[in-house]
């Protein structure tokens, strides 16, 4: 993922003036959501260029090596507008510094504060100190719980926000850093959940995203889904980050019996062979996967699968990569990623025998790609000529000249989207589209009036 610097409200050079970037997941941009909240707070102005600000802010990622070096080119990216301007002030947070902390104060002198994901909300505080701190590190093990309501600077627009309702992860699978970085699961009380969506949806958030390490750990999720569904303004929930073990059939009727909440699951496999999934940790079996994926379709025939896998993880051969292809074939996911398996420090799994040639594995990848792809040409042509509810989102990267937007069944950042044409098209809210034209991934269409329905 490249950096995108963050859309912000105001171009002001003040006094206090910060320029964020925010790297990885979505996770990940709730915590700067929250930083630059608080930041708000205490006088200070969101730009959006680095030369304007004196306080430039980069959250990390740091859960697989690419993540961790692109960080750190980033870091040294703007440390250059500090060279130009001393007066500058440079702060990193996130997973990265909670993962790598003492190395990286020791190699980026030119960093002036490093925060723990679980120091972030005293960022204010701490800058206000700055000159009398004793170190420039400061990466607490104590878990940040977000047990109480956090402002937030949106940095998303405005027509969809991600709510985070839990934090860390208890799961223990062969390959992953998250539970080291973010520590053990912990839920967020419903009533502060329902006070920020309260709160998002009067901002105008039509679209909902629940995100967290395993969204479907939350003890009480259909509860909490019904009370979402409660909420004046929330047009579409989406459920994100779900565990394929833990789809239950309450979770499945609540889905089904409240239009609200979108068809669409987010479903991570990693993989398609017992043996792989037992050396990954994951704690299911391919039986598993697939009734479960049965067990969806017959609650939400209309359902939209996510997931992702993994190929190139240590042991694995031509007979597990071939078991993998003929799940996604039999289920026939509408939306997937696949990634290349990384050996992270610290991960038992980088100690595995049998590692992957790293071409062999990039041929796997491209294998799935090209097998995911035709399953996605046979849905995207079904959708043509049909007419189909939009979330206008606002003017498309592609082209100034079109707006774009997405399906109930296209969450936003990761999937396709729909590029409009034509009509009567308003930014912010759900509108009908008929889809003219089907790309690989993309959709082509024009809002129709209610008379031509």
């Known amino acids: 993922m490249n950096p995108k610097p963050l859309t912000p409200k105001t171009e002001n050079r003040k006094q206090k003036t910060v320029f964020p970037i925010s790297l990885g997941c979505p996770k990940n941009l709730v915590d700067t959501e929250i930083m630059l909240g608080l930041l708000r707070q205490e006088g200070w102005k969101v730009v959006a260029a680095p030369e304007a600000a004196n306080l430039l802010l980069v959250n990390t990622c740091g859960f697989i090596q690419d993540a961790c070096q692109e960080a750190v080119d980033t870091i040294l990216e703007l440390a250059r507008y500090k060279e130009a301007d001393p007066g500058k002030r440079l702060v990193v947070t ?13 190699q980026l002198p030119e960093v002036d504060i490093f925060l723990g994901v679980n ?78 969506a309260e709160a998002l949806a009067a901002s105008g958030v039509k679209e909902l995203n629940l995100v967290a390490q395993d969204t479907t750990a939350y003890p009480g999720l259909p509860e909490l889904l019904r009370e979402l569904c409660g909420i004046r303004g929330l047009e579409w929930i989406r459920l994100l980050y779900a565990h394929p073990a833990r789809i239950t059939r309450e979770l499945l009727e609540t889905m089904a019996v409240h239009p609200q909440i979108c068809p669409y699951l987010d ?106 792809a035709q399953i996605v040409k046979t849905r995207q ?69 209610e008379s031509d329905q």
Do not use: W
């Open 267 to 372: 479903l991570p496999i990693q993989h398609g062979h017992d043996e792989m999934l037992r050396r990954m940790g994951r704690g299911y079996s391919r039986r598993l996967i697939l009734a479960t994926c049965r067990l969806i379709r017959d609650f939400l025939p209309h359902a939209a699968l996510r997931t992702s896998v993994m190929v190139g993880f240590p042991g694995e051969t031509d007979a597990h990569f071939t078991a993998l292809c003929d799940l996604i074939e039999e289920v026939r996911f509408e939306h997937l990623g696949v990634f290349l398996y990384s050996p992270e420090e610290g991960a038992p799994a980088a100690r595995f025998t049998s590692q992957v040639p790293r071409r062999l594995a990039r041929q796997r990848a491209r294998l799935i790609k090209t097998l995911q």
């Open 119 to 196: 120091d972030f909300p005293r960022l204010p505080r701490i800058l206000q100190g700055a000159a009398h701190q004793e170190s420039r590190l400061l990466a607490e093990t104590i878990p940040f719980d977000y047990a109480a309501p956090q402002p937030r600077y949106p940095a998303t627009p405005s027509s969809f926000a991600y709510l985070k309702i839990a934090e860390g992860c208890s799961h223990r699978c062969t390959f992953c850093t998250i539970p080291s970085i973010r520590g053990p699961y912990r839920r967020r009380p419903l009533r502060t959940l329902l006070a920020e």
């Open 381 to 449: 042509k079904s959708l043509k000529g049909t007419i189909q509810p939009v979330l206008v989102a606002g003017v498309s990267s592609e082209s100034e000249y079109l707006l774009a937007g997405r399906l109930i069944t296209q969450a936003p950042e990761i999937d396709g989207q729909v590029f409009i044409t034509g009509g009567d098209a308003r930014v912010g809210e759900i509108q009908p589209v008929r889809i003219k034209r089907a790309l690989p991934y993309d959709l082509v269409g024009e809002v129709v009036k």
């Open 94 to 106: 996130g997973c990265l510094v909670q993962r790598y902390g003492p190395d990286l104060a020791a």
